[in-house]
């Protein structure tokens, strides 16, 4: 039984560093620029078709392809604030929804027509390896993907403590105007957090792909755990959308081995629910950092 | 060409189509009774000799684009081999070697699209027969079109609805209701007390097909130990499978969509479960499946309508197919060219290209030699449900990357791997 509780929170664990990847970049664009990226999953989506190509046409191992993915879909999210997101930041928020909304269809059907509806994966020699530690398994492929995931989050709260750039993001994103008093450029912070943001939903989708299928669709499974992190961990919390992640990724296990296997998400939106009821800005509402 | 004049019809009001409609039978039989005449007078005594006879039009329904699209644009290319096929041997030769004319349409996985262009596909040409189109709730509404139409539909989908109140559909492999069955009679190949764990995706095609299972397990002899729906897209099957260890079972009957199996496939490997799976059909016994999952696929179970090995026919076209796509025929794609040559039987019989009598001469269909035998047990009779009365399905292992026959014992072409 102790074994069982163990193997569940393990395998809760090293998905929850994937929905943590996804939850951080919402978190990011969310508290610095202020709209909510619903597309954020079809990024994902784009990172693995990123490593799924270079993997099946040059040999890249798809973890390595991180070094091409995260610089592309950096530019790209700069790109995109430069050109669409800075045209409707405003005090009216239904065209920033209707821009990422649009965005989100319109990748998904883009590359719905590109790349078919077909599954695609990437067989590498650790796919279906695991480490055995008495009754215990930890699949290889996952437990890399959680350690990058960690060492990224932890490279991006660096980053937002420790430069003087990663400073000026958090100053804009408590105070816009009195940064921009201070000699802050919001649209050169902006379009940083979004790339950056970006970055690691690329990051994310080359870390699923040795253990997960690409398809047009993939995004939207993981956006949705994303979107619940981000409220449960209050909204523009770096912290509390790792922490909010991780907790969501053991809650679904557990709700799968204990409740059942198709309540999985039931467990997780009853936590949300309650968290809502009791602390309605999130867990992370205290002390409200980054 | 025609589409734009189809369309003027449907937009009518109802009672101009209903004059349309009724219009119908009685040009039909002018153009009977003016084809019997001018076939009497200028057919009966001179020979064909030097005259291309008319080709003969086969309507083909199948969802070319959308999510069903990879084993559509399979089946599309099986089709043009078999027509291919049959008219390289000499065409109809009742109806002076008479070509085989396919007319492809693409149903887009939709099932209102589905409405529409079979109507299409019957009202815009002279067709003898429709075949398609594989997924069974594309087919039950194709079905239902060619019915009112009194158009002959062929079809390899297995739903058990399509043998319901139904005239014109016919579908000579085995049903679903056979594939359950033959799952479990496979369980008892790999283990003398079989324990079999279900898993399956809450939807209508999961809950369906596993209570299926769950009603015929006591009289096969087949305990389930664990009954377990899931929710599909999952993103970590692990905490699943942890389930399936501690159920004690040695069977895994997943009832699932590719993806979800992929995954389920990979966490047994990396649990170390030594349980056998079976997959059941669909896209499971597909040649991506091999190429999604690579080695971990290695002796897993699962049942199809028909396998490219069931016959030296059947490997014939295996080859042929092979030839032209690169990969291996595939049940829907093998079992298509056997249908192909049903048709063609009857057309020969019927020695016309009337739909009516085409239906006629496919209900009288007996054949156990040639390309339309081409099925598991090698025989193809329809009994008044359109069902083929000898259709069964075969059980199927991935060996060595090859997609072999092992059940039942008559049709084995390799032994049941028990891993």
Known sequence: MLETIVQAVINGLLIGGIYALVSIGVTLIFGVVKIVNFAQGEFVMIGMYISFYLATQFGMDPILSLVVTMPALFVIGVLIQHFLIRRVLGPNDMPQIFLTFALSLLLLNLSLMLFSANYRTVHTSYSDEAWHLGGLYIPVAKLIAFVVAMILSAALWIFLHATDLGRAMRAASQNRDVATLMGINPNRVFAVAFGAALALAGAAGSLLMPFYSAYPFVGQVFVLMAFVAVVLGTLGNVLGALIASLMMGIAESLGIQFVGADSGLIVVFAMLLLTLAFKPNGLGSRRLRS | ?419
């Open chain 2, 1 to 419: 060409m025609t589409k734009p004049r189809q369309q003027s019809v449907s937009n009518r009001q109802d009672h101009g189509a209903h004059r349309i409609l009724s219009m119908r039978p009685s040009r039909r039989k002018f153009l009977k009774t003016a084809g019997t005449a001018v076939a009497a007078g200028a057919f009966g005594a001179v020979p064909l000799r030097g005259w291309a006879a008319d080709p003969v039009n086969i309507g083909a329904l199948y969802p070319t684009t959308g999510s069903m699209a990879q084993i559509g644009v399979g089946c599309v290319a099986a089709a043009k081999l078999a027509v291919d096929m049959v008219n390289e041997a000499g065409g109809i030769k009742s109806l002076g070697g008479a070509k085989l004319n396919l007319i492809i349409s693409d149903v887009q996985s939709d099932t209102t699209v589905t409405r529409t262009e079979t109507d299409r596909l019957i009202t815009g040409n002279k067709l003898s027969a429709i075949h398609g189109c594989y997924a069974s709730a594309l087919t039950l509404i194709a079905s239902e079109v060619c019915e009112r139409a009194k158009m002959p539909i062929i079809t390899g989908s297995s739903s058990d609805q399509l043998n319901k109140g139904r005239r014109f559909t016919f579908t000579p492999f085995a049903r679903a209701s056979q594939f359950a069955k033959a799952q479990l009679q496979m369980a008892k190949l790999v283990s003398e007390q079989p324990k079999v764990a279900v898993i399956f995706e809450n939807t209508a095609f999961g809950t369906s097909t596993s209570n299926g299972l769950k009603e015929l397990a006591p009289a096969e002899g087949v305990e389930i130990v664990m009954f377990e729906p899931y929710s599909a897209g999952f993103t970590d099957a692990s905490p699943l499978i942890n389930k399936v260890k501690a159920s004690g079972a040695n069977s895994l009957f997943s009832l699932s969509y590719l993806n979800d199996l992929i995954l389920i496939v990979r966490t047994v490997k990396q649990v170390g479960l030594n349980v056998a799976i079976n997959g059941g059909s669909g896209g499971f016994v597909m040649p991506d499946f091999y190429k999604n999952v690579g080695n971990a696929a290695e002796g897993l179970q699962g049942v199809a309508h028909w396998n490219h090995d069931v016959s030296d026919d059947a490997q014939k076209v295996n080859v042929e197919f092979k030839k032209r796509t690169g990969e291996f025929a595939f049940e829907y794609a093998g079992g298509l060219v056997a249908q192909t040559f049903m048709l063609a039987d009857a057309l020969e019989r019927a020695a016309s290209a009337d739909p009516q009598k085409v239906r006629e001469a496919l209900s009288t269909l007996d054949v156990s030699s040639g390309y339309a035998a081409m099925a598991p047990g090698g025989k193809v009779k329809f009994g008044p449900d359109g069902k083929n009365v000898y259709g069964k399905p075969v059980g199927v292992q991935w060996q060595n990357a090859d997609l072999v026959s092992v059940f039942p014992k008559e049709d084995a072409r390799a032994p049941l791997l028990k891993t």
